[in-house]
């Protein structure tokens, strides 16, 4: 009897096995997790070419970097948003863009650091999360980097006067500071480095069929303005932080 239950649990589990593994990272307005639900903005867009494309999908909480590795290694395994990087070409395929972000360079309002350029930023110390494009970015131009495993850990970082600057999307760091408990007022943004496009990405040995209705449904989404009507439904959450 008992060894009846555990075959019918294991049938059930696999009638119900979702298409792909969704893994996202923390990356607020676009996509995070609060109180293990997924959501922002990037989440309502994949969603939507979800439901549009056919396709079930189950969303795992991993660390940044590990999702990233997964998002290369396994079958019908994606991740969202990444960042676009020519380095980064042929670790994935590309969907999109699914939205636009600027990366800036946050530090303690105290220390009243002021940049003006790249350079001016070389001279202070620089945390950043391992996998993260803006870490990528910067050590590909010579940045030494102060890896963490976690965006959270970058920003306490910060906070501990361990490192100077805190490279984050200009929009997300008021958001995960909140959901540390930190006074965003702390933090304040003091260079614009960058503006990239972010991407949903899936796995080289994802199946070629689920890869190509996601394409369609994001064809789909943006002909009837679904898309645009998403990125307006977010529009004054990217106001600029005030300095």
Not at 64 to 82: G, I, K, M
Not at 162 to 190: M, N, T
């Amino acid at each position: 009897m008992r060894l009846s239950i555990v075959l019918l649990a294991l049938s059930l589990h696999t009638a119900v096995a979702a298409d792909l593994t969704m893994m996202i990272g923390d990356n607020p307005p676009f996509n995070s997790f609060h109180k293990d639900k997924a959501q922002g903005m990037a989440v309502d867009i994949v969603d939507e070419m979800l439901k549009r494309a056919g396709l079930t999908a189950q969303y795992p909480v991993y660390p940044w970097a590990r999702l990233f590795n997964l998002a290369q290694s396994e079958a019908n395994h994606c991740a969202y948003t990444v960042g676009r990087l020519p380095e980064r070409e042929a670790m994935f395929q590309w969907i999109g863009p699914i939205a636009f972000n600027q990366w800036a360079f946050f530090a303690l309002r105290e220390r009243n650091i002021k940049l003006n350029s790249l350079d001016d930023a070389r001279k202070y110390t620089v945390a950043g999360q391992r996998k993260d494009a803006k870490a990528t970015w910067l050590e590909g131009r010579g940045f030494q980097i102060d890896y963490a495993t976690e965006e959270r850990q970058a920003l306490l970082k910060l906070m501990a006067k361990r490192i100077d600057l805190y490279p984050v999307g200009l929009f997300s760091a008021d958001d995960i500071a909140k959901r540390h408990q930190i006074d965003p007022k702390l933090l304040q943004p003091v260079l614009v480095f960058n503006r990239v496009e972010n991407y949903l990405v899936c796995s080289p040995s994802t199946d070629a069929k689920f890869i190509a209705k996601l394409q369609q449904a994001l064809v789909s989404i943006k002909a009837d303005k679904t898309l645009q009507k998403i990125w307006d439904k977010y529009e004054a959450e990217f106001e600029k932080p005030a300095n």
